[in-house]
């Protein structure tokens, strides 16, 4: 979907460092998503936001930072990047709920990071 | 949190048969949604299911909600090479989604 984009695509980095992996949508879809992706676990849900400056945890958070000062941008960082952080890491985002209930999650390309 | 298990977790199929992909909860879910993710590709939508016993279908592919709401499964009829990916299962609750493990479908040409 063109309409969200995560960046870098691929990241190297080493233990200890601190990477910010970022997702932008141009939706103005109210609620976004951060998952990882590992062999065997399908997606985990890291955080979510529901709005600007709203976010709260997920199943797997420990180690991530989130924040979203503007609807359409909402930033994952690794304070000190651990070998276990390797994977791949999803943005998504929907739109609020409709007349016809929960909304699909629009995924973006995501971003394969490793972890050295 | 919720879970939801899936089964299988890969299902090797010669092109022209059928495969059938499984999600069950312990738990009633509110809703289901199917995602297909192709290799190397991203997840993508394709269809949410709400009401108890459920049937949807979408040109080969059919959908159900079991009774209770606690299982359902994704059924494709004459599978293609274009069918290859992995399809997940994600439950929706309070605002999360919980996905299921995937099965990962191989079709041989």
């Known amino acids: 979907d063109a309409g969200i984009t995560q960046s870098p695509r691929y990241k190297i980095t080493e233990t200890g460092r601190q990477v910010t992996l970022m997702c932008h949508q141009t939706?103005?879809?109210?609620?976004m998503f951060w998952y990882r992706q590992d062999l065997g676990h399908g997606l985990r849900l890291i955080y979510y936001?529901?709005?600007?400056?709203?976010?709260d945890k997920g199943e797997v958070p420990d180690g991530y930072v989130v924040s979203r000062s503007k609807t359409e941008n909402f930033p994952l960082t690794l304070e000190s990047a651990t070998r276990s952080q390797t994977s791949v890491y999803f943005c998504?985002?929907?739109?609020?709920?409709?007349?016809?209930?929960?909304?699909?999650?629009?995924f973006g390309d995501g971003t394969r990071l490793s972890i050295l | 949190g919720q879970q939801v298990m899936q089964i299988p977790q890969y299902q090797h199929v010669q092109e022209g048969e059928d495969f059938t992909t499984y999600c069950n909860s312990s738990?009633?879910?509110?809703?289901i949604q199917w995602y297909k993710q192709r290799p190397g590709g991203h997840p993508v939508f394709l269809i949410q299911?709400?009401?108890?016993?459920e049937v949807k279908k979408q040109k080969r592919l059919t959908f159900q909600f079991g009774e209770a709401k606690k299982n359902s499964s994704l059924h494709i009829t004459a599978t293609q090479t274009t069918d290859v990916g992995t399809y997940f299962c994600?439950?929706?609750?309070?605002?999360?989604?919980?996905f299921g493990s995937g099965t990962k479908l191989n079709v041989k040409p």
């Open positions: 998504a985002s929907r739109a609020g709920q409709g007349a016809s209930g929960n909304q699909p999650q629009h």
């Open positions: 939706w103005s879809h109210s609620y």
């Open positions: 936001s529901a709005a600007a400056d709203i976010t």
């Open positions: 738990t009633t879910l509110s809703n």
């Open positions: 299911l709400v009401k108890s016993g």
């Open positions: 994600a439950e929706y609750n309070f605002n999360k989604f919980y």
